[in-house]
């Protein structure tokens, strides 16, 4: 039996995917921040299958949470086939976590940065390993802003998404090169209509609303998601990024090796604390 390792399993497009794979053949482990949203997410399981699950606490607010998970994991698991990386926001307004970093550069991109990269130092991540990044079409207004990585000077909420977005495209370019061995492919899983904005104090109820009017359900972005992984295990198809259910070329911007490479500079640097 495969397992599948999803993050931000407790809402949306995570919490579809949870259930999704529960009642598929296979091993599901959730990450999530909040225990009752926890105990929501195991509750909604098929009884038939509910041995086949299990969920952990971590904040991805703080990195110190990761290798905590990581251990935690790697005592009831020593392999992992699958890894999606799927939790985030949308942050109307900008805050440092503790380790001095945006929070959205943070939850989005660089906690599963380092989560991946410490599955992939212990391996965990078994060879063939596929991830896959729930990214967004957003990426495609995205730079990474070298000089001011927590883009602290004029901080835009959409810029701050859009650069967490294609960084997990373009750190996925980079691990491709350096572990032949795995599989990496990102996702843009449509608009969808769930709690993303729902981190924004007061006005999140009316941020949401307009979400879930706009947007489509979370079971149809979970279903993309899905599809997408069958693909390309079943073809073995490795560094492609996919419009919902197709695959397109992501941003021109998104393929520039010298700023991966600084991307991927930057990132070691951040997390290199919480590495060891
Ligand atoms: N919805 C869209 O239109 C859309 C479009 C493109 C891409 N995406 C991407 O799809 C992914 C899933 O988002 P969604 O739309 O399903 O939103 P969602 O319903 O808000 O789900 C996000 C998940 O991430 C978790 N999360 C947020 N902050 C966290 C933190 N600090 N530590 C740990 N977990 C945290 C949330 O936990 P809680 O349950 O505790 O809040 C939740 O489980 C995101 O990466 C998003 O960028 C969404």
Redesign the pocket.
């Known amino acids: 039996m495969k397992t599948v390792l999803i ?9 579809e995917l949870f259930k999704i794979f529960s009642n598929e053949k296979y091993y599901v482990i959730g ?4 225990k009752q ?1 926890i105990k929501k997410t195991l509750n909604s399981i098929n009884k038939n299958r509910e041995n086949l699950q299990s969920f952990y606490l ?4 703080k990195l110190e949470d990761i290798k905590k998970v990581f251990n935690k994991i790697s005592k009831e698991v020593n392999s992992i086939d699958i890894l999606i990386n ?4 949308i942050f109307v307004n900008n805050k440092l976590t503790k380790n001095n970093i945006e929070r959205t550069f943070q ?2 991109y660089l906690s599963h940065f380092l989560l991946t990269e410490i599955l992939l130092k212990n391996k965990i991540l078994n060879s063939k390993a596929h991830i896959l990044n ?5 990426h495609g207004r995205g730079e990474i802003n070298l000089d001011d990585i927590n883009n602290l000077q004029n901080y835009n909420a959409v810029k701050s998404y859009a650069q967490s ?1 294609v960084s997990q495209i373009m750190w996925g370019y980079c691990l491709l090169e350096k572990h032949k061995e795995i599989y990496i492919n990102s996702v ?5 209509g ?3 904005l ?2 924004n104090g007061f006005i999140s109820p009316i941020l949401v609303f307009f ?1 879930k009017i706009y ?1 489509k359900n ?1 079971k149809y ?1 979970a279903k993309n998601v899905f599809e997408v992984l069958k693909h390309v295990l079943k073809n073995n198809i490795n560094g492609k990024y996919f419009n919902e259910r197709n695959e397109e070329k992501s941003s021109d911007y998104s393929y520039n090796k010298i700023i991966q490479e600084k991307l991927l500079q930057i990132s070691k640097k951040l997390v290199k604390d919480n590495l060891e």
Do not use: Q, W
């Open positions: 993050t931000g399993a407790t809402s949306g497009i995570g919490f990450i999530g921040r909040n949203r971590c904040n991805f607010e799927n939790a985030g926001g939850v989005n729930v990214s967004s079409k957003v977005k843009h899983p449509g608009i969808i769930t709690r993303l729902s981190n979400h947007g979370a972005g």
